[in-house]
């Protein structure tokens, strides 16, 4: 599975952005979907994901509210909205995919390992 990120830019505080992720060489349906971020100096964190385990979106708490993962299952993208952005939310945004399905003790999907990445697409807030 290769995953291209897109959609990047250079945003005003307060201002709305929607960042795509396009996959090919399988179907994203049936994979466990995350958005990571990583910040000049810090660790990658999760900020959302779409879990195949029990289909339910998950958000980091900064994020609730504020940003939106959804797919397109018949483009095989899938897209992060994000709204009332911050300066904080600068940072390098990559997908993740990966189709492990895990029963019993499953790890949550904003922390686990993930089999694809793409290559990240830059998300500045600035004035």
């Known amino acids: 599975v290769q995953l291209v990120e897109s959609g990047g830019d250079l945003v005003q505080p307060g201002g709305s952005l929607r960042i795509s992720c396009a996959a090919s060489?399988?179907?994203?349906?049936?994979?466990?979907i995350g958005w990571f971020r990583q910040a000049p100096g810090k660790e990658r964190e999760g900020v959302a994901c779409f879990m195949r385990e029990d289909r339910s979106t998950y958000y980091e708490d900064s994020v609730k509210g504020r940003f939106t993962l959804s797919r397109d299952n018949a483009k095989n993208m899938v897209f992060l909205q994000m709204s009332s952005l911050e300066s904080e939310d600068t940072a390098v945004y990559s997908c993740?995919?990966?189709?492990?399905?895990?029963?019993?003790?499953?790890?949550?999907?904003?922390?686990?390992?993930?089999?694809?990445w793409g290559q990240g697409t830059q998300v500045t807030v600035s004035s």
């Open positions: 993740a995919a990966d189709d492990r399905f895990y029963i019993g003790q499953i790890p949550p999907c904003l922390q686990r390992d993930y089999k694809y």
């Open positions: 060489g399988e179907s994203l349906e049936d994979y466990t």
